[in-house]
């Protein structure tokens, strides 16, 4: 299976609308940035050994919750831990725990995208 397979996989495992969507968007303006998106974080990286996809999922939503300015791609990653077996818990612990390294604004942000997911 080459890495763009893989990626897929794994992709679709945790957050198919998500990739369906952002391939969509940028159809028209870099299509082959999707595929990149497929194959190297997904087909390289998330399908290494050593870590299981709920735990990469809560290291990405710590990431992203750190940057503070991703919130979409916080809010796929949020759908993706679900997906990929994480608690509410998890998720809402994780973004707490940011708030001694990114600060309160970015965790609030972070709980507040994290607020409309879980929603249900």
Same mark, same amino acid.
């Given at each position: 299976?080459? +890495? *763009?397979? +893989?990626?897929?996989? #794994?992709? *679709? &495992? !945790? ?9 969509? &968007? ?7 940035? =999707?595929?990149? /998106? %497929?194959?190297?974080? *997904?087909?390289? @990286? ?12 809560? #290291?990405? #939503? ?16 949020? +759908?993706? =831990? /679900?997906?990929?077996?994480?608690? +509410?818990?998890? #998720? !809402?612990?994780? !973004?707490?725990?940011?708030? /001694?390294? =990114?600060?309160?604004?970015? %965790? !609030?942000? %972070?709980? @507040? =995208? %994290? ?6």
């Amino acid at each position: 299976m080459d +890495r *763009y397979e +893989r990626g897929l996989r #794994i992709l *679709y &495992e !945790i957050n198919r609308d998500s990739y369906e969507e952002l391939k969509g &968007e940028l159809e028209d303006i870099a299509p082959d940035f =999707a595929r990149i /998106v %497929a194959e190297f974080p *997904y087909g390289e @990286i998330y399908s290494r050994g050593g870590l299981d996809l709920k735990t990469r999922e809560l #290291i990405t #939503i710590a990431a992203l919750t750190t940057l503070g300015s991703a919130t979409s791609q916080l809010k796929s990653h949020i +759908r993706g =831990a /679900v997906n990929a077996g994480c608690t +509410r818990e998890e #998720i !809402i612990e994780t !973004i707490i725990q940011m708030s /001694v390294y =990114a600060g309160f604004p970015a %965790a !609030i942000n %972070a709980l @507040i =995208a %994290a607020k409309e997911i879980l929603k249900d």
